[in-house]
């Protein structure tokens, strides 16, 4: 069973940095894409950013481009996601997510949330004005 577990959630002032941490568990992920999604009050699930594991290849969101990086870490199956220059409207819960891809995955799959079969809990970001 596949086990995703954020971490590295909190409170920043605008303009700051976190780093989020999702350790993943229970597969050998070589086969993955992970992503990373978020969901203010109110609001509808948004795509973040996601990254092939195997290849390495990443895809962000057009609110984010330049700001956010996802990275891996495959000795400790674990992914990141570096957010620089926050802004108050990044504030929400963030979500890790793993769907299986191979070769004929469209790119636009990793960009839907129903296309991920596993989920984190979750962790809070807040950035205050």
């Known amino acids: 069973q596949v086990q995703l577990v954020e971490s590295g959630g909190g409170l920043v002032q605008a303009g700051g940095s976190l780093r989020l941490s999702c350790a993943a568990s229970?597969?050998?992920?070589?086969?993955?894409?992970m992503g990373w999604f978020r969901q203010a009050p109110g609001k509808e699930r948004e795509f973040v950013a996601a990254?092939?594991?195997?290849?390495?290849?990443?895809y962000y969101g057009d609110s984010v481009k330049g700001r956010f990086t996802i990275s891996r870490d495959s000795a400790k199956t674990t992914v990141y996601l570096q957010m620089n220059s926050l802004k108050p409207e990044d504030t929400a819960v963030y979500y890790c997510?793993?769907?299986?891809?191979?070769?004929?995955?469209?790119?636009?799959?990793?960009?839907?949330?129903?296309?991920?079969?596993?989920w984190g809990q979750g962790t809070q970001v807040t950035v205050s004005s």
């Open positions: 997510a793993a769907q299986n891809v191979d070769w004929s995955t469209r790119s636009s799959a990793l960009y839907e949330y129903n296309e991920y079969k596993y």
């Open positions: 229970g597969r050998t992920f070589s086969s993955y894409a």
């Open positions: 990254i092939r594991w195997s290849s390495g290849y990443t």
